[in-house]
């Protein structure tokens, strides 16, 4: 059935057929002496919550680069979170201009352009108006990028994919709000404005802005984080994350997209031909193995549980297979319930290391009947300069020691 | 939730606007400006937007130049401007960076080096217009005066070889240019690889 092309293919690293069929598992930990009966009082009541002592998790970003770091880029730990929602203090970050402090009492959202009535809502009013909460994706188009020119055999899953989180987020459809000051129905943009010290902007396709658009004031329950666009963001579900405009204060009703340089000079895709492509809006099905990856080392022998994350763009993930022999068979992992669209969905996978060098990797098909296609099919059409928009499968090589390394680079 | 359920009723039994205002949004019930007029009919939140703070943040220009601000400059002004507020980043001559290469890569798109520069990969003048004036200089943005604005951009279009240094940039100028790399973007053609696996 499937193995065959996979077979034929060979597309990581061609391999050979020596390396099928291997079993694989995790490290074991060593158990501790149980502690001590308690005998103090713990701490009072607290009137905001903050994580244990003991845990570390963090974003990740590289500080010793020349890029400010007011528009650099921060990774969510996807190896160290469970689930498929992610804390709002690890959500990625990816800012142009820095995080403004901007104050919910005076910001201001303005709809204009081609309308009957502008208008002008307070960040209150919008929270009067018919709410929604979904549970989305947001990912970098960036994302991932590193590895179209083949990526580094050190990098770990945090590094190579962290611009990728999932939240549930509350707020307005943007439709209502453009009904509500009476929108062109012939008009074909709408323009999103950030009020951050860039101003960024984007244009979006009105068809998306009636569709699905929100704009958001609740993360997980609480207000949006400042670096994920406090007070008001810009929610596109399954779109490329900048498109998703943070710290909005602007939507202009157009009839042509403005052109500004995010959508012309930057997140538009270089072609081998010379070529770009604009406006690649949708983010395509995709599907990681985030524990045990890149950075960890498996004992062989021990049961080892696979886990990952599989989303997509234009719909619901469907199935995610595994692979643990190169890619010589894939076998369907179970997908943890609920399974939403446009959201990460947690997938597992029961098994056990032999000890053996092979390679893993996980692929998904959507229900547009997408699947997932190896990173060597993306560059055969895109070649390596598209630098955005790569959703190819992720290979993870295990060394005969149990080491994990990046597998990308062949 | 029943409240909420019951102002729904209210509208569709057509008590209206009036009642819907009056009981279901206090705040704005307490404030009876002519703004009302402009606000939403089913809500009635929001207000007509003040027209000067409107033109103060309707900031965007477009292909055709709609939304360049009154002015002009030249690459010969715009030497001093460079660098005075962009060189620090960009280099002497808009290629050493240490940030965004501005100038040069001309012909090296479809190489396995693409230079992305504004002479060889932007498509439109009015973008580099927009972008100095609304985010540039990175630590000072909005400071420029619009004279300094296509000033700036004229200097760097100077740079890629694109106007001459005493060409005169303004509203009716400076959409007309012809950016090197103009018909470079086609639509997003995906998915593009070449099986589905059903």
């Known amino acids: 059935m499937q193995n065959e092309r996979s077979r034929s293919r060979r597309w990581f690293l061609g391999l050979g057929a020596a390396w099928s069929a291997a079993l694989v598992a995790c490290?074991?930990?060593?158990?501790?002496?149980?502690?001590?009966?308690?005998?103090?009082?713990?701490?009072?009541?607290?009137?905001?919550?903050?994580?244990?002592?003991?845990?570390?998790?963090?974003?990740?970003?590289?500080?010793?680069?020349?890029?400010?770091?007011?528009?650099?880029?921060?990774?969510?730990?996807?190896h160290e979170t469970y689930g498929i929602i992610t804390p709002s203090s690890l959500h990625f970050e990816r800012h142009h201009s820095g995080v403004p402090e901007l104050d919910p009492a005076t910001h201001?959202?303005?709809?204009?352009?081609?309308?009957?009535?502008?208008?002008?809502?307070?960040?209150?009013?919008?929270?009067?108006?018919?709410?929604?909460?979904?549970?989305?994706?947001?990912?970098?188009?960036?994302?991932?990028?590193?590895?179209?020119?083949?990526?580094?055999?050190?990098?770990?899953?945090?590094?190579?994919?962290?611009?990728?989180?999932?939240?549930e987020w509350t707020g307005v459809p943007v439709s209502t709000?453009?009904?509500?000051?009476?929108?062109?129905?012939?008009?074909?943009?709408?323009?999103?404005?950030?009020?951050?010290?860039?101003?960024?902007?984007?244009?979006?396709?009105?068809?998306?802005?009636?569709?699905?658009?929100?704009?958001?004031?609740?993360?997980?329950?609480?207000?949006?984080?400042?670096e994920q666009g406090y007070p008001l963001r810009l929610l596109l579900p399954g779109w490329e994350g900048n498109s998703n405009v943070k710290w909005l204060r602007r939507l202009k009703v157009m009839n042509e997209p403005a052109m500004s340089r995010e959508e012309t000079s930057k997140y538009t895709d270089l072609m081998p031909d010379g070529s770009a492509r604009q406006f690649t809006f949708e983010l395509e099905a995709k599907s990681i193995i985030t524990r045990p990856s890149g950075g960890d080392t498996l004992v062989a022998g021990a049961f080892c549980e696979l886990t990952g994350i599989a989303w997509t763009g234009r719909g619901t993930?469907?199935?995610?297979?595994?692979?643990?022999?190169?890619?010589?068979?894939?076998?369907?992992?179970?997908?943890?319930?609920?399974?939403?669209?446009?959201?990460?969905?947690?997938?597992?996978?029961?098994?056990?290391?032999?000890?053996?060098?092979?390679?893993?990797?996980?692929?998904?098909t959507d229900s547009t009947g997408y699947t997932q296609p190896p990173l060597t099919e993306l560059i055969t059409v895109r070649g390596m300069n598209s630098q955005y928009h790569n959703n190819g499968i992720q290979a993870w090589k295990v060394a005969s020691d149990g080491k994990i390394t990046n597998g990308n680079r062949a | 939730m029943a409240t909420a359920r019951k102002r729904l009723l209210r509208v569709a039994q057509g008590v209206g606007l009036a009642?819907?205002?009056?009981?279901?949004?206090?705040?704005?019930?307490?404030?009876?400006?002519?703004?009302?007029?402009?606000?939403?009919?089913?809500?009635?939140?929001?207000?007509?937007?003040?027209?000067?703070?409107?033109?103060?943040?309707?900031?965007?220009?477009?292909?055709?130049?709609?939304?360049?601000?009154?002015?002009?400059?030249?690459?010969?002004?715009?030497?001093?401007?460079?660098?005075?507020?962009?060189?620090?980043?960009?280099?002497?001559?808009?290629?050493?960076?240490?940030?965004?290469?501005?100038?040069?890569?001309?012909?090296s798109l479809a190489t396995p080096k693409p230079q992305k520069t504004v002479g060889s990969y932007w498509p439109y003048a009015t973008t580099l217009w927009d972008y100095i004036n609304r985010a540039m200089p990175f630590d000072h943005p909005s400071t420029l005066t619009p004279d300094e604005v296509y000033s700036a951009a004229a200097y760097v279009l100077f740079l890629n070889g694109v106007?001459?240094?005493?060409?005169?940039?303004?509203?009716?100028?400076?959409?007309?240019?012809?950016?090197?790399?103009?018909?470079?973007?086609v639509t997003d053609p995906r998915p593009d690889t070449p099986i589905k696996r059903k």
């Open chain 1, 27 to 78: 490290q074991s930990k060593t158990a501790s002496p149980p502690p001590a009966e308690p005998r103090a009082l713990g701490a009072a009541v607290s009137p905001y919550g903050s994580r244990s002592k003991f845990e570390k998790t963090a974003r990740y970003f590289n500080q010793n680069t020349k890029v400010p770091l007011e528009e650099a880029s921060s990774r969510t730990p996807l």
């Open chain 1, 108 to 167: 201001t959202l303005t709809i204009h352009g081609l309308v009957g009535r502008p208008l002008v809502f307070s960040v209150d009013e919008l929270k009067q108006l018919p709410s929604k909460s979904r549970i989305h994706f947001i990912e970098c188009s960036g994302n991932s990028g590193g590895e179209w020119r083949g990526g580094s055999t050190e990098s770990d899953v945090q590094r190579i994919h962290g611009l990728t989180s999932c939240s």
């Open chain 1, 177 to 226: 709000l453009l009904r509500e000051c009476g929108v062109d129905p012939k008009a074909t943009w709408v323009l999103a404005e950030g009020a951050d010290a860039s101003k960024h902007d984007r244009s979006i396709p009105m068809k998306k802005m009636m569709d699905d658009a929100m704009v958001v004031y609740g993360q997980n329950g609480e207000p949006l984080r400042p």
């Open chain 1, 317 to 364: 993930i469907v199935s995610v297979e595994i692979t643990t022999d190169a890619g010589a068979t894939w076998a369907k992992a179970e997908l943890q319930t609920p399974v939403l669209p446009i959201a990460h969905t947690r997938f597992r996978f029961p098994w056990k290391w032999d000890g053996k060098d092979t390679v893993m990797a996980s692929r998904c």
């Open chain 2, 19 to 107: 009642l819907l205002v009056a009981q279901g949004f206090p705040k704005v019930a307490q404030d009876f400006s002519p703004a009302v007029l402009a606000q939403s009919p089913t809500f009635g939140v929001g207000h007509a937007p003040n027209p000067a703070l409107l033109q103060q943040i309707d900031i965007d220009v477009t292909p055709d130049g709609k939304g360049l601000l009154p002015g002009s400059g030249t690459a010969a002004k715009g030497k001093d401007v460079y660098t005075r507020r962009c060189e620090t980043c960009h280099g002497p001559t808009g290629t050493e960076g240490p940030q965004e290469i501005l100038a040069g890569g001309k012909g």
């Open chain 2, 163 to 185: 106007v001459g240094e005493q060409d005169v940039l303004n509203e009716a100028t400076l959409p007309k240019i012809q950016m090197p790399n103009r018909n470079g973007f």
